[in-house]
């Protein structure tokens, strides 16, 4: 006898027992039990017991025998390898519902023979024979079957309708009412052989008061009237598990998934969900306490006490719930997965999610142990030390005591994120609050909040948000007791912005830290209040706690992972067979997300550190050119299939050309994006002519999905009015029509102020063989040698043209344009670039205007008390631009004498120079 075999025998009297009565199963075992149990092993099983040719003929007895027996040969073959520890935690919970998949087709095929002689079978309105769709909720669902699970199910059919075929017509809902039944006998009958699976059908519309099957039209109609929060809970699992061919990527048939998502998964943040969790588990927790009472032996409930299985279900859940409506990546069943992807998201901290995960693991382990004894659906711990040392043996303990440390460590913990991501008593009583403030001190505030709840549109608001909108007025009031009034209005504007969206005022009264945060934010940046107030869904951001990336090389590293979760996010988008809208709207919404989160550093106050303003423009660049790079790749494998195409666009000769302020990475809050589009023919085995229409229809689909107002907004506003002739050129341009023009060769040619614009150009996506071409001609055509003079000439020219197209009122000026501010400072770099670069290579890096000016330094073109007292004018001029911004002003307009001598002295720096180098030649 083997040792696994032996050691299960005397750990589980199932086995032993089993064993026992069947010898010969024993060698056939120990032959096997090395090899890890799929899904080939287990369907053979089934084979053997019931084969292909003759099992439909078999009588009842003989079906539920063989059935059952099958059952128990690969229950057993499961056993000996889960308590031997020859299998890990995914090939037990996969085996278990690989078994229920194998018994609910066996059942499902047997009944509908049974019924189809006397009744035909069931039709839909295309004469079309229709299956009964067997919905597996919870645990097999999610394909987490414990071994020795209940399987929850659901009968569905597609619609109504009569059968054909038989001796007798009946109703498509009297056939699968029957088929019905018989599935739950087959499986459920206690025989001498035992039972296959025990099953629950309560989860059905109207539970154990419904009827036992319901059309796919009674099922819409019941989610729509009658569906609760609680049953929202229970269908994230659900998916169909007979028949499997039935089911798209998205577990379902294409219209029952239609129907299961809109009702689970709301269109925008769904705190209002919390509550209703809450008290399901209060109610879950309340009768474990009950059994426990009545049963103390059964006191220590590894699935549904204190720091359970059931608490860790609920946590993860409750992030799908709340969020699966916008990250699609969260609409998927196993328990693990979603702790993995909301750890991914940043949702929560790494270390909690390694501590559920361990401890999902060792409960689901010790859970499996208790039930292999009896092959009895068992989760608290026997009251026999005997047994509990055995138990401890097989998780690897010495002995009893390190086991129920480990086992109490691991509930602690789960207990304890359970109970600060989720906490059990609400904040349902407002009457509690007592503020220290009161309303008659803000007599404006006060007016307003009347004229708010006097309005119609407050008037059509639930009574839990009206609760949910006192609640947070009072907050502030009670522990803000120093707030502005300014503050408050700005407050109730943006509470007149969501209160019709009851989830933020649930997120709001959950978790008050989040009121805490807003008044913060509203205090700190009108440019940011507008921004939460576009799009409330950032409110949850708030709540995220962002750590410094200290490093260059973190903040590369972040930057991929974060291209790559995007880019996960939209293949999972694409698997579910949504539209592109529904990419787009996920685009629109990382964005937004991830802008947020750069804000909220660059104010300071909200994350671990504060970002200065250059990683500001470094950070907003970066994410632009992610989200250029996402958008193209999606939109050229839209095309491929069109234009028959396999390569990548990355490996195609395409590439687009960053110019102004995201070519200097300089980019700002709702910069536009200056884009040129070039190609190499020489990278593809197309022509130039077949190359053109596929690329401009690339990029005109781009720019399209790009800029399109959806219902989550815009990305960006494009400008390709830098491409060779402007408006009047080609969309998309060839690499050497591209360096004909740069070059002056040819009719067309381009002008200074083009090459000026070239000095801040930069590859930013698509094929690096087409970005190392174009650097290699940009250096090649800002290193041409230029005539001084004329070159001076026509850099003055141009900065004359934007002063008088800029002029500013007598009282302000503009930090751009005005004399001796940005713009002038940017032209004499460019200037010294083109005059010199020809001689000096290192003036052609595109490093930045700061560091050019040190640069021109270190090339004696200018001194270095010119370099840094200009560097420190451009840096003064960029942050007050920026301060302007965030202030929510018109941008880069400012008071003459509003910073003292600070901008006058300044300017004159840069006037200085200017005068030494442009107007003196």
């Given at each position: 006898m083997s040792k696994p075999i032996q050691i299960s025998k005397e750990f589980s009297p199932y086995v032993l027992r089993w064993l026992n009565a069947n010898p010969s199963w024993e060698q056939w075992l120990e032959d096997r039990i090395d090899e890890p149990l799929e899904h080939s092993q287990l369907a053979s099983i089934f084979e053997q017991e019931l084969p292909q040719k003759t099992w439909l003929e078999f009588d009842e007895p003989n079906f539920l025998a063989r059935i059952r027996m099958a059952r128990q040969k690969a229950m057993l073959w499961l056993g000996i390898r889960d308590i031997a520890n020859l299998a890990q935690l995914p090939e037990v919970m996969q085996a278990v519902t690989e078994i229920a998949h194998l018994a609910l087709r066996y059942a499902s095929l047997y009944a509908q023979n049974a019924l189809f002689v006397q009744y035909g079978l069931p039709q839909n309105q295309y004469?079309?024979?229709?299956?009964?769709?067997?919905?597996?909720?919870?645990?097999?669902?999610?394909?987490?079957?414990n071994v020795s699970s209940d399987i929850d199910l659901i009968f569905v059919y597609e619609c109504d309708g009569i059968t054909i075929g038989g001796k007798k017509s009946i109703?498509?809902?009297?056939?699968?009412?029957?088929?019905?039944?018989?599935?739950?006998?087959?499986?459920?009958?206690?025989?001498?052989?035992?039972?296959?699976?025990r099953v629950d059908m309560r989860l059905r519309p109207n539970g154990d008061a419904g009827p036992l099957v319901s059309s796919l039209e009674m099922l819409e109609e019941y989610f729509l009237v009658q569906g609760r929060e609680w049953e929202r809970y229970a269908w994230i699992k659900a998916r169909l598990v007979y028949p499997l061919n039935a089911a798209d990527q998205s577990g379902f048939p294409a219209n029952l998934h239609?129907?299961?998502?809109?009702?689970?998964?709301?269109?925008?943040?769904?705190?209002?969900?919390?509550?209703?969790?809450?008290?399901?588990?209060?109610?879950?927790?309340?009768?474990?306490?009950?059994?426990?009472?009545?049963?103390?032996?059964?006191?220590?409930?590894?699935?549904?006490?204190?720091?359970?299985?059931?608490?860790?279900?609920?946590?993860?859940?409750?992030?799908?719930?709340?969020?699966?409506?916008?990250?699609?990546?969260?609409?998927?069943?196993?328990?693990?997965?979603?702790?993995?992807?909301?750890?991914?998201?940043?949702?929560?901290?790494?270390?909690?999610?390694?501590?559920?995960?361990?401890?999902y693991h060792f409960l689901r382990k010790l859970e499996h142990l208790l039930q292999w004894r009896n092959d009895a659906q068992v989760h608290h711990l026997p009251n026999d030390d005997e047994v509990i040392t055995q138990i401890a043996s097989r998780l690897g303990f010495a002995n009893k005591v390190q086991f129920e440390k480990a086992l109490t460590d691991h509930q602690a913990k789960v207990a304890y994120y359970f109970s600060e991501a989720f906490t059990l008593e609400s904040q349902e009583d407002n009457s509690q609050l007592s503020p220290s403030g009161s309303f008659e001190q803000y007599p404006e505030f006060q007016q307003k909040v009347e004229q708010v709840k006097?309005?119609?549109?407050?008037?059509?608001?639930?009574?839990?948000?009206?609760?949910?909108?006192?609640?947070?007025?009072?907050?502030?009031?009670?522990?803000?007791p120093e707030i502005r009034e300014e503050t408050l209005l700005k407050l109730l504007d943006f509470l007149e912005v969501i209160f019709r969206r009851s989830s933020y005022l649930s997120l709001l009264k959950e978790y008050p830290k989040a009121i805490d945060q807003v008044l913060r934010l509203l205090e700190a940046?009108?440019?940011?209040?507008?921004?939460?107030?576009?799009?409330?869904?950032?409110?949850?951001?708030?709540?995220?706690?962002?750590?410094?990336?200290?490093?260059?090389?973190?903040?590369?590293?972040?930057?991929?992972?974060?291209?790559?979760d995007l880019e996960h996010k939209i293949d999972f988008i694409l698997q579910d067979d949504q539209d592109e809208e529904a990419v787009w709207n996920t685009l629109r919404q990382a964005h937004q997300s991830e802008l947020f989160q750069i804000l909220l550093a660059d104010l300071g106050g909200f994350s671990t550190y504060q970002l200065p303003l250059e990683k500001v423009s470094d950070q907003l660049s970066k994410l632009a050119d992610i989200i250029i790079t996402v958008t193209l790749n999606f939109v050229w494998n839209g095309l491929k299939k069109k234009y028959q195409i396999q390569d990548s666009l990355n490996q195609f000769g395409f590439g687009v050309i960053a110019y102004g302020k995201l070519g200097g990475k300089?980019?700002?809050?709702?910069?536009?994006?200056?884009?040129?589009?070039?190609y190499d023919e020489s990278c593809t085995p197309l022509s130039s002519d077949d190359l053109q229409p596929i690329f401009v229809t690339l990029v005109r689909k781009f720019i399209f999905a790009i800029t399109t107002a959806t219902r989550t907004g815009v990305l960006y506003d494009i400008d390709t009015r830098l491409r060779p002739n402007g408006e009047a050129g080609l969309l998309v341009t060839s690499l050497k029509a591209f360096e004909n023009y740069q070059k002056n060769v040819g009719a067309n040619t381009a002008w200074v102020w083009e090459h000026q614009a070239l000095t801040r150009a930069r590859f930013c996506a698509g094929d690096m063989r087409v970005g190392a071409q174009f650097e290699k001609i940009r250096n090649e055509v800002l290193s041409i040698a230029r005539d001084g003079k004329e070159l001076a000439q026509e850099v003055t020219v141009m900065r004359e043209k934007l002063h008088f197209g800029h002029p500013s009122a007598s009282e302000t000026f503009d930090l751009k344009h005005a004399a001796g501010t940005m713009i002038d400072i940017e032209f004499m770099i460019q200037y010294l670039i083109l005059k010199n670069a020809h001689q000096f290579p290192a003036l052609l890096q595109n490093i930045g205007n700061i560091a050019l000016l040190q640069e021109c330094a270190n090339c004696q073109l200018i001194t270095n008390e010119e370099a840094l007292k200009v560097a420190n004018a451009?840096?003064?001029?960029?942050?007050?631009?920026?301060?302007?911004?965030?202030?929510?002003?018109?941008?880069?307009?400012?008071?003459?004498?509003?910073?003292?001598?600070?901008?006058?002295?300044?300017?004159?720096?840069v006037i200085n120079l200017w005068q030494r180098l442009l107007s003196n030649i």
């Open positions: 004469a079309q024979p229709i299956p009964l769709w067997i919905i597996g909720m919870g645990k097999l669902g999610a394909k987490e079957l109703s498509n809902h009297e056939w699968f009412e029957l088929q019905g039944k018989k599935i739950i006998r087959y499986l459920t009958e206690l025989t001498p052989q035992g039972f296959v699976f239609a129907v299961v998502s809109r009702f689970v998964y709301r269109k925008y943040l769904d705190f209002g969900i919390i509550d209703s969790i809450r008290r399901l588990h209060r109610q879950i927790r309340h009768e474990a306490n009950l059994r426990a009472h009545q049963y103390p032996e059964r006191a220590f409930d590894i699935k549904l006490g204190k720091g359970g299985i059931r608490e860790i279900e609920f946590l993860a859940q409750m992030f799908q719930l709340i969020r699966g409506g916008q990250e699609i990546i969260l609409r998927t069943r196993s328990t693990v997965e979603v702790i993995q992807h909301i750890e991914r998201l940043q949702l929560i901290p790494s270390k909690m999610a390694q501590d559920l995960l361990t401890a006097s309005s119609n549109r407050f008037a059509l608001v639930s009574e839990m948000s009206k609760q949910n909108f006192d609640f947070i007025l009072l907050y502030v009031l009670d522990n803000h940046s009108t440019w940011a209040s507008q921004y939460l107030m576009k799009h409330p869904h950032l409110l949850d951001d708030l709540l995220l706690i962002s750590t410094e990336k200290t490093s260059e090389q973190d903040i590369e590293t972040y930057w991929v992972d974060w291209q790559k300089e980019l700002g809050y709702g910069s536009d994006l200056d884009l040129v589009f070039i451009y840096r003064l001029f960029r942050k007050l631009q920026h301060q302007i911004r965030l202030e929510g002003n018109q941008i880069g307009k400012l008071e003459e004498h509003s910073q003292g001598g600070q901008i006058e002295e300044a300017r004159r720096s």
